[in-house]
């Protein structure tokens, strides 16, 4: 039998959107028309189809959207092309290079070409180093998404034993680093632990609030959860169509909260990144 409060992602995202959509507004009534161009390379049909979704979006939330589409026999050059162009281009604010890219590419040599101020996934290594230094800048879209989802929850974070299970570039070490900012919504003693960590259970177990980072199905077990304890699911896998989550389901009869299994930290994640985006166009516009 479940017992823990679920702390879905859903509601979080609306009021986010829903902050974006008025700041868009904003700058359209100041002149300035938010502009988060995408970039698709190749004919991956899930790509495809998570490019179309966040267009959509884009558009009912008041940016425009200009797309490239390169063929998938596109070079790293015609790539970087491209993002020279979007880096160019004055009126437009974000730029979303849409993962994954066909392997004979290289992801991280074309974020690096583009504009810091215009990375909307805030995985830029100066949006990294702006991070790790607390300047202002885009924030790496999941752990902004997840430190919105506890504070929208009313989840306390400050002073708190969090322990992160993965250092990975995407989730686990920007996390450690936000969540270990002075602010209200963070303050958090921050234990990151990994493979080279053989006992974590240890460390785990007695985190106030635990966050699965590794990518590894079913990792965390009730055995690895203090009772009542906030458990957030960032790390998933998938298999084809399929959501394989880091936390196995039984951590719900042990936790006091915990992430549902679908409808979690995805949704935030996708609102932080429109985030990223209207604030890019208000700093660009000088409105920021
Ligand atoms: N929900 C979302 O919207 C969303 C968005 C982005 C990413 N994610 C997910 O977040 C996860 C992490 O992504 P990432 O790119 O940051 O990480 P990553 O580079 O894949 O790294 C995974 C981390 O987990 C650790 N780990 C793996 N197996 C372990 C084990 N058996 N015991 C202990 N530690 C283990 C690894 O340790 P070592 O460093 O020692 O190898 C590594 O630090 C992925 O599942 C990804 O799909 C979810």
Known sequence: M???????????AEQVLSEVAASVAELRAAGVTPALATVLVGDDDASAGYIRIKSRQAAELGFVSPHVHLAASASQADLHAVLADFNADKTVHGVL??????????YDRALAELDPDKDVDGMHPVNMGRLALGLPGPLPCTPAGIEALLAFHGVPVAGREVVILGRGAT???PL???LAQKRPTANAAV?????GVADWPRYTRRAEILVAAAGVPGIVRPEHVRPGAVVVGGGVRYEGRRLLPDVDESCAEVAGAITPRVGGVGPTTVAMLFRNAVDAARRQSGLG
């Open 171 to 173: 989730l686990g070490r």
């Open 2 to 12: 479940s017992s823990a409060r679920l702390l879905p992602g859903a509601p979080v």
């Open 176 to 178: 450690a680093m936000l």
């Open 191 to 195: 234990t990151v632990v990994h493979t």
């Open 97 to 106: 290079v849409q993962y994954p890219i066909p392997g004979h590419l290289d």
